[in-house]
């Protein structure tokens, strides 16, 4: 309806310029200047009171009258009902347009208001008017090019309109599919709060009874690992004895020698079977002790996983699952393995250690007779106690008092509660030596000196080794050149040259 009034009133075609503008001009002298201004700004006020207006003037013209020419361009905008302001100039001003104000005489009237809508002339005039329209980016257009545009714009924030609507319904089926996962994320997470609850209690309760079982368990059996390997080592030294003294036996002796190596061979051969099993079985129980340790540390991560504040994965939970499921019956089963092997591996060592010793005590009665082979191990050297004591006692019965003194300790080290040692690493390894700071060895160091205390110390040194348990003296062959213990090859290299010797004799 605006577009069809202002085309009506635009019947001439004429391009108006866009934004809407208007302008009221009058020409005035010097004298009635004041006058004509406000005149101009009564107009505005009157029929268009709120429309921005720019004031203009321009220097008189050489009309011959002196005029000087003053404008009021009013801003109507861009929208229609501005331009139908604009266009209601024609009617305003009907007969005092712009034709008018151009063709104005001599006889016109100084202080006439003209009015017009500002057009495309104005728009390329050489006056103030023009350059002020030109300057503030004006344009010539007509109200069907405006209402194209216009209606070019509508479609487009239409288009707009549209895809945002279309976006919008996405958004709110996307809404909708997000607040239905949240409801079953929401009920999922109730479900692993009350599942996690219940691990937790059966975490308090199991757990740390089955840590704790399966701990002592590991120590007991590290420990006997550790007493098997002793063992063991022991027994390897016994055997490679054996092996010198084979060695020596191959040689071609009489039949008495031939005795000799044949039990030792056979002795080897026993030794060799039992340890190659003893072996077997230590790489059985060691391969179990790695299968327990990494049970434990299953058991320790899961233990850390059910803390309370930590989160679980539903892997994590169906996990814990099967392992509380199995884990007993695991443990119970190795726990009864271990207990029968190591009862089995401790019985064949002590088979052996027995089977050892015997042939060791055969070997001390055949040479009961020669002094020099035999050492008693655990006795006291009786020199040092002689010597002290005639020191001290010069003139009071010394070696009473020595044989008295003598019998003392040989008493006091068959006594088991007695244990004057510490334990000390050496190479790693926990070994046990004489606690120098021993109440009763200190006394008797200030009271009969070193020599004396070094005597005890060395008996009980030997008791610890051959016999700790039973703390009696037992006999073993002895290098008293050397000042240590036999070894098999010394002694059937003494025994070969022993029958070599009375062979010889038997000869001649």
């Not at 010097?30 to 005149?39: H, M, P, Q």
Request: aromatic share 6%; proline share 2%.
């Amino acid at each position: 309806m605006a577009m069809a009034d202002a085309e009506t009133d635009n019947a001439g075609g004429e391009l108006l310029v866009w934004p809407w503008t208007g302008v009221l001009a009058t020409a005035t002298d010097d004298d009635t200047a004041a006058d004509a201004v406000s005149a101009l700004a009564f107009h505005v006020q009157q029929h268009f009171a709120g429309v921005p207006t720019t004031a203009l003037q321009e220097a008189a013209a050489d009309d011959g009258h002196g005029h000087g020419h003053h404008f009021l361009v009013l801003h109507f905008g861009k929208s229609w009902a501005g331009l139908r302001d604009a266009m209601s100039l024609h009617g305003r001003f009907a007969g005092a347009g712009r034709r008018e104000w151009r063709r104005r005489g001599e006889g016109a009237t100084a202080g006439a208001v003209y009015g017009w809508a500002a057009g495309e002339e104005d728009l390329r005039g050489d006056g103030a008017v023009g350059r002020f329209l030109r300057e503030a980016g004006g344009s010539a257009r007509s109200a069907e090019d405006v209402e194209k545009d216009e209606g070019r714009v509508a479609a487009k924030l239409a288009g707009i309109a549209d895809e945002h609507e279309r976006r919008a319904r996405i958004l709110e089926a996307k809404c909708e599919k997000m607040a239905e996962a949240a409801q079953k994320a929401e009920a999922y997470r109730s479900w692993l709060d009350d599942e996690l609850k219940e691990l937790r209690k059966i975490a308090e309760s199991i757990i740390p009874e089955m840590n704790r079982d399966v701990h002592e368990e590991n120590e007991k059996l590290v420990s006997a690992l550790d007493g098997t390997r002793k063992e063991i080592d022991t027994k390897l030294q016994r055997i490679e004895e054996l092996k010198g003294a084979l060695e020596i036996s191959s040689l071609r002796l009489p039949t008495r020698e031939c005795n000799v190596g044949d039990h030792a061979q056979m002795l080897h051969e026993t030794h060799k079977q039992e340890m190659e099993s003893i072996y077997a079985k230590l790489n059985q129980l060691e391969k179990q002790l790695e299968q327990r340790q990494a049970l434990v540390s299953t058991i320790r991560e899961l233990n850390m996983k059910v803390q309370p504040g930590e989160g679980l994965r539903k892997e994590d939970h169906e996990h814990i699952y099967s392992i509380m499921i199995c884990l007993r019956t695991i443990v119970d089963e190795e726990k009864e393995r271990l207990v029968d092997s190591c009862a089995d591996l401790m019985k064949r060592l002590q088979t052996n250690s027995d089977e050892l010793q015997e042939h060791r005590q055969e070997l001390i009665k055949g040479f009961e007779n020669t002094i020099i082979w035999i050492k008693r191990m655990g006795e006291l050297d009786e020199r040092p106690f002689h010597l002290a004591c005639k020191r001290k006692h010069r003139d009071d019965d010394p070696g009473g008092k020595a044989a008295r003194l003598i019998t003392y300790w040989q008493e006091e080290l068959k006594k088991p509660s007695w244990h004057p040692f510490t334990t000390i690493q050496v190479d790693g390894e926990e070994k046990e030596v004489v606690d120098e700071d021993d109440p009763k060895l200190r006394q008797l160091c200030i009271d009969y000196g070193d020599s004396v205390c070094n005597a005890v110390k060395a008996a009980i040194t030997e008791l610890n080794e051959y016999n700790p348990h039973g703390r009696h003296a037992m006999n073993e062959l002895w290098n008293f050149s050397e000042g240590r213990k036999a070894t098999m090859r010394e002694v059937v290299k003494y025994i070969l040259e022993k029958l070599k010797t009375n062979s010889s004799q038997s000869d001649n």
